[in-house]
């Protein structure tokens, strides 16, 4: 059974920091790719961030882009968010994600969830 399992949320005032932590069971993690998605209220869920599993090459969102680094550990089972120049725009649950299909117009589909953690910025 594959289990994703976040860590790292809380309050934090604008323009600060955060990094989450999601540690992963149930499959071989260094063979796929592995990500983030957010979900702020009343909005829909989006994708945030993705780490290949095999060169590294990341991808993001553009609302993350210059802000947010995503890393993973191997030997850990472990992937992160590193969050920098947090904006109250930014306050949403985070969701690991695994299992991540790619349409073809560029869209993630994952098809596993952790419980989600969340993030609020403060102004």
């Known amino acids: 059974e594959v289990q994703l399992v976040e860590s790292g949320g809380g309050l934090v005032q604008a323009g600060g920091s955060l990094t989450l932590a999601c540690a992963a069971s149930?499959?071989?993690?260094?063979?796929?790719?592995i990500g983030w998605f957010r979900q702020a209220p009343g909005k829909a869920r989006e994708g945030i961030s993705v780490i290949s599993s095999s060169d590294g090459s990341v991808y993001y969102a553009d609302s993350a882009k210059c802000r947010f680094t995503i890393s993973r550990d191997n030997a850990k089972n472990t992937v992160y968010l590193q969050m920098d120049s947090l904006k109250p725009e930014d306050t949403a649950v985070y969701y690991c994600?695994?299992?991540?299909?790619?349409?073809?117009?560029?869209?993630?589909?994952?098809?596993?969830w952790g419980q989600g953690t969340q993030v609020t910025v403060s102004s």
């Open positions: 994600v695994a299992g991540l299909q790619r349409s073809s117009g560029g869209a993630f589909s994952p098809l596993h």
């Open positions: 149930g499959f071989t993690f260094d063979d796929y790719p």
